[in-house]
């Protein structure tokens, strides 16, 4: 009995406010407005803001909940969302982002409340350049929830204009969009808004959305993501659990091959995203020989390997950092025969053998300019060391009395620097991704003269990649683009990969990918094309740990030979962690 009486008294209460403030709204002398009524605080006169020709910066505020019920704890940042999520589809409305609003308001130590005062209002309006803000209570009566709102001027801290819906929480939908429709005909006194139909849904939905805001507030993504898996699963058409479920994923594209030893494991623009920290270890290897006959020379062996270790973290919201060691280790050899031209009953001797390892550390940065785009870049510092010999004789014309066992070391250690600039551009809806990256070092390699008995010097080559990401079919499908360009100096040598390849999630775990590669080779003024192509896979191994797996099968210009190409085979895994450190 006191329950219902106490309900019944914050009923009349609430009623009384809001004629109160209805009335308070109109100039001196005239009647209180009624629900139907839109009066604008600048000369108290109707007005289609429309008109006026600008676009409206809008924040809207967390509502307050007056309920003894613990589930609808959250409904107010609920139903906050779900009318910024209407509103941001309304011509000429501009919705302040809820991370901009809460950003700010953490910094000046604001909560996001539906108890905004006139003072406040101005301060908030000024730090979000916002023209109005939009705040409200949600009142809980007798099972039906009554949604008030207000509109309030940041110039001057007047309340605009005010109204309420009330309906049972099973019309979520219904009420946040008849809310939206109240605003927007507000400020477009003439617009047709579309209100959805006052059809029932799982009150759980709400609640379990409200909950994943909240989450994703204390950037708390695991929780997030279980709540708005369960609130999809109950209103699958949602268009706010869809922007939320987007706004929790993000991307680096699973689809690499191994780089160069002077490359960031990550495009360096990717780390002005992170929310964890994280730290990995990669380890590629490759392949590639080349021994049938042919003149002057009959083929090649190259091996090569790379292992990195490296660590990324957010420093502050829209920038991290990252650090990588490498080591890169070739092992290559020039094949020839021994014997009359004839080349009956003899057998295949190694001309010349090559060893260059490359070691170093690379610095990372990544800055986000704006919520879609954000840049970065690396240095490396690093160190090459070459050992090599030619026809089991030293290079001062002495015999190599180790033969083919032995070594010949041609300098001292070179240091080496690597400068790298990258890109990315997002749409809102972290659905489609633009990366790319150039990089550029001053390392010079060798490859080995058969006519001349000499090893040559050449610059290795400057790379620009670019990267297209459509990720679909609710995140569980990505498809992806790579182009890549190698350009060398000192070499007469060009070469450009193009790699479409797709990705498909099964279940939480597990992940599939494959792709095809075309490569176009410009080799001593002749033009060639070959063809490859990729296939692996990731696991989420429980506890942040990750595993990455990738195969690739490809054609690309001999790093030995000045005149021909060759197919190398080439692994590429990766183990990582992340939220050891920093968890969001």
């Known amino acids: 009995m006191g329950t219902c009486k106490s309900l019944f008294i914050q009923a009349l209460l609430l009623s009384g406010c809001l004629t109160a403030a209805q009335a308070q709204t109109a100039p001196a002398g005239a009647g209180a407005p009624s629900d139907k009524t839109i009066v604008d605080p600048v000369g108290w006169q109707p007005v289609d803001p429309g008109t006026l020709g600008r676009e409206y910066r809008i924040s809207i505020m967390d509502f307050d909940v007056q309920s003894d019920n613990p589930q609808y704890k959250y409904l107010g940042k609920g139903f906050s969302e779900f009318i910024s999520i209407e509103l941001s589809k309304a011509k000429g409305m501009a919705i302040i982002e809820r991370e901009k609003r809460e950003e700010v308001f953490k910094e000046q130590a604001f909560a996001l409340s539906g108890a905004v005062d006139a003072k406040n209002s101005i301060e908030m309006g000024k730090m979000l350049a916002a023209d109005y803000l939009v705040a409200g209570k949600i009142f809980d009566l007798m099972g039906n929830l009554t949604v008030t709102i207000k509109v309030i001027a940041t110039a001057s801290g007047e309340v605009a204009f005010e109204d309420k819906v009330t309906d049972k929480l099973t019309k979520y939908n219904y009420i946040s969009s008849k809310c939206s429709e109240k605003i927007i005909k507000h400020f477009f006194i003439k617009s047709k808004v579309k209100t959805a139909r006052a059809v029932e849904r799982p009150a ?314 075309f490569t176009s080779i410009d080799l001593n003024g002749e033009s060639s094309s070959g063809s490859g192509f990729m296939a692996g896979g990731s696991a989420d191994l429980g506890r942040n740990w990750t595993f990455d797996l990738n195969w690739t099968s490809r054609q690309r210009p001999s790093r030995n030979l000045n005149d021909f190409k060759l197919r190398e085979d080439l692994i590429f895994f990766t183990f990582s962690r992340s939220g050891i450190f920093f968890r969001g």
Do not use: C
């Not at 929790?248 to 990717?270: D, H, I, Q, R």
């Open 204 to 517: 759980e939905a709400a609640i379990k959305f409200s909950k994943a805001v909240d989450a994703y507030d204390k950037k708390d993504f695991e929780t997030a993501k279980k709540e708005l898996v369960g609130a999809k699963k109950l209103d699958p058409q949602n268009a706010a659990v869809k922007v939320y479920m987007d706004k929790l994923f993000t991307t680096t594209t699973k689809f690499k091959v191994m780089p160069e030893f002077y490359t960031s494991y990550e495009n360096p623009a990717y780390l002005a995203y992170l929310t964890q920290d994280k730290a990995y270890f990669t380890q590629s290897g490759v392949a590639a020989d080349k021994d049938y006959v042919r003149t002057p020379q009959d083929g090649v062996q190259e091996h090569s390997e790379r292992t990195g270790v490296g660590y990324f973290m957010p420093v502050m919201k829209g920038w991290g950092v990252g650090l990588e060691y490498v080591r890169f280790h070739t092992r290559d050899a020039v094949l020839g025969w021994q014997g009359d031209p004839a080349r009956l009953g003899n057998k295949l001797a190694i001309v010349s053998n090559e060893n260059v390892t490359t070691t170093g550390a690379m610095l990372s940065t990544g800055f986000r300019v704006s919520h879609n785009i954000s840049v970065g870049g690396d240095v490396a510092a690093l160190t090459k060391t070459r050992e090599y010999w030619i026809q089991d004789v030293m290079v001062d014309g002495t015999p190599n009395p180790n033969e083919t066992n032995g070594t010949y070391v041609d300098s001292p250690d070179q240091s080496v620097m690597a400068y790298t600039a990258a890109l990315l551009v997002k749409n809102s809806a972290s659905t489609l991704f633009f990366d790319s990256y150039y990089t550029t070092t001053d390392q010079k390699a060798e490859y080995f003269d058969t006519v001349a008995g000499v090893f040559r010097q050449y610059d290795m080559p400057s790379v620009l990649e670019n990267t297209l990401t459509w990720v679909l079919n609710e995140k569980r499908t990505s498809l992806v683009v790579k182009h890549a360009v190698y350009s060398y100096s000192g070499r007469d040598y060009g070469m450009t990969r193009l790699m479409p390849a797709a990705e498909q999630r099964l279940g939480k775990r597990f992940a599939l990918r494959a792709g095809a590669e």
